[in-house]
T-cell receptor, first 118, second 111 residues
Framework: GAVVSQHPSRVICKSGTSVKIECRSLDFQATTMFWYRQFPKQSLMLMATSNEGSKATYEQGVEKDKFLINHASLTLSTLTVTSAHPEDSSFYIC??????????????FGPGTRLTVL | GDSVTQMEGPVTLSEEACLTINCTYTATGYPSLFWYVQYPGEGLQLLLKATKADDKGSNKGFEATYRKETTSFHLEKGSVQVSDSAVYFCALIQGAQKLVFGQGTRLTINP
């Protein structure tokens, strides 16, 4: 089956620094990638949708200047949390969709990245 | 907006017990409904889905029926195994192709 990896799996950083999280589709090309955020005991919240070669579409309430998303190739999308603060600490999950796939069942999820900002 | 509500966890059962995880949804139209499972250290995987009323999704012994009249999509399994221990997410998708998730239910099966 389609595999999506994320790197790093865990990261701890100091307040004010920037952190980059990578999401890769290992055995397929993903024209669309999604970034989610999950707080403890809460559901996944979609942050943004990125299409290869174009600007990401951010959900309402998500600061696009703080959460920079780049989808420069069909197998890689990156999320950069700029000037991170403790309130940005969360579990970030990406998913990748196949070109022409049916919404929902053609999204393949990465294992997530735990970000802790001190 | 659209939303999904799952039963509170965690749920702990003994092996071979019956499982039901409740899921109800709120949507203006006719969404497709999904159950995802997340095993420890892995990404979410699609477990089963149903795209219209009265459809039954099934996989790995799990079943869920799309009940439009009660806006529900409860996950059931007749006899759980230790390997079923995971976090289960109910979700819907409609229109703009954005998945809306429930909060997840952690299931632990003891031998």
């Amino acid at each position: 089956g389609a595999v999506v990896s994320q790197h790093p799996s865990r990261v701890i950083c100091k307040s004010g620094t920037s952190v980059k999280i990578e999401c890769r589709s290992l055995d397929f090309q993903a024209t669309t990638m999604f970034w989610y955020r999950q707080f403890p005991k809460q559901s996944l919240m979609l942050m943004a949708t990125s299409n290869e070669g174009s600007k990401a579409t951010y959900e309402q309430g998500v600061e696009k200047d703080k959460f920079l998303i780049n989808h420069a190739s069909l197998t890689l999308s990156t999320l950069t949390v700029t000037s991170a603060h403790p309130e940005d600490s969360s579990f970030y999950i990406c998913s990748a969709g196949l070109a022409g796939g049916i919404p929902g069942d053609e999204q393949f999820f990465g294992p997530g990245t735990r970000l802790t900002v001190l | 907006g659209d939303s999904v509500t799952q039963m509170e966890g965690p749920v702990t059962l003994s092996e071979e017990a019956c499982l039901t995880i409740n899921c109800t949804y709120t949507a203006t139209g006719y969404p497709s409904l999904f159950w995802y499972v997340q095993y420890p250290g892995e990404g979410l995987q699609l477990l089963l889905k149903a795209t219209k009323a009265d459809d039954k999704g099934s996989n790995k012994g799990f079943e869920a029926t799309y009940r439009k009249e009660t806006t529900s999509f409860h996950l059931e399994k007749g006899s759980v195994q230790v390997s079923d221990s995971a976090v289960y997410f109910c979700a819907l998708i409609q229109g703009a192709q954005k998945l809306v998730f429930g909060q997840g239910t952690r299931l632990t099966i003891n031998p």
